[in-house]
């Protein structure tokens, strides 16, 4: 089927076009009340992506590291630290956990992308290729928020969306967001509001 908005290609039985977020159903619209959450054009609320301060322990880790590599340099025997291999261990050493860090911070940052609005969420992997994943707010049963010590310091953290009858990814989490609490309560808030719109349709 297509849209009759924007004639883009949709699968069967959608309740809104993914591209352009028109209500394919008419007639619940029609006998929606006015201020219905489900009549109102779907608008764009946030959007989001992977923070480097959700990697903050991983970055204290790293430089604790170094004073212990430091400590153990010196510890060595001088005829060992002369050798041709001990120094190049120990720039190995402090060099590769933070090249991993490093690594992982940028494809997390390129390639996972979201976006709510106020009918769904969204969220984009890939870089070369793509992955696309929605979840409609109606569909929603419960949205958690986990943080370690220091992602609390910095205010970042893992928001997670529990839609259990959705069957492409019932657990879908938002990793390294910033104010991952102001962004629960914004999902919950229109989650609430779809579901009340929702029960309005019904009850009519």
Known sequence: MSCPKCNAPIPDGSAFCNKCGASLNPAA???????????EP????????????????????????????????FKLPEDIRKGPYAKWAFVAAAVIPLLCILWSFLIEKLSTRYRLTTH???KDTGILSRHHNEIELVRVDDIAVR???????????????IAPHDQTEP???L????NPIEVKEMIRTHVRRRRQGSLNVENI
């Open 171 to 173: 657990r879908l989490e």
């Open 42 to 73: 779907e608008q764009e609320l946030w959007k989001g992506r992977f923070s480097g301060k959700s990697q903050g322990h991983w970055w204290v880790l790293w430089f604790l590291l170094l004073p212990i590599l430091v400590f153990c340099w």
């Open 175 to 178: 990793v390294g967001i910033e």
């Open 120 to 122: 769904r969420l969204f």
């Open 147 to 161: 943080q370690n010590v220091i992602q609390r310091i910095f205010n970042v953290g893992v928001v997670t969306v």
């Open 29 to 39: 619209a029609l006998t929606a009340p006015a201020g219905d959450a489900r009549t």
